[in-house]
């Protein structure tokens, strides 16, 4: 998966992002371990949704689809600002756009919920994640207009990962210590190799 959540494993992978302002859009290079400098830093909120954060909600757009991921938050652009776009449509189904600003829990179920869950900042590895099953999330959408949203299931699953991730935390962060260090050992070693 968020950051941005990958597209879960034996799906279709092939994606192609037919939006008609797609042109303007630039593709962004996501931040992966073990660059955790930048993926471990709280990002800020934004004062207005202005045309630059639109500009950057586009370009965060275009590199999810590109990935191919359903959540990118903006410091996995190395842009530590309070952004996340998410698009949960399966292949063959219209796009479904969603694009945050400073999104907020302000609700969240007792009942948890199991989902393998994956990061486009740590490609390759899946893990079970338990969270809890419903959030209610306040926004600002693309346009600065405030909204709320009340989520349950993959959708719910996957604010409450990019949300981490404006917080500075990966979902590994809700792993077993061994594992985490496992994953983090791997990367490092790979950076080392030049396999990243």
Known sequence: MGEGLQKGKGRELTHVHTSPISACMS???IITLPDEKILRQKSAALKTVDAGARKLFDDMLDTMYHAPGIGLAAIQVGVPMRQVVMDIAKEGEDK????????????????????????????????????????????????????????KGIIATVLQHEIDHLNGILFIDHISRLKRQR???????ADKLGKL
């Open 27 to 29: 593709l962004k290079s």
């Open 96 to 151: 479904k756009p969603l694009f945050l600003a400073n999104p907020e829990i302000i609700w969240s179920s007792t009942q948890l919920n199991d989902y393998e869950e994956g990061c486009l900042s740590i490609p390759e590895f899946y893990e079970m994640v338990e969270r809890p099953a419903e959030v209610n999330v306040r926004y600002l959408d693309r346009n600065g207009d405030a909204q709320e949203i009340h989520a």
């Open 183 to 189: 994953v983090i050992k791997k990367f490092k070693k």
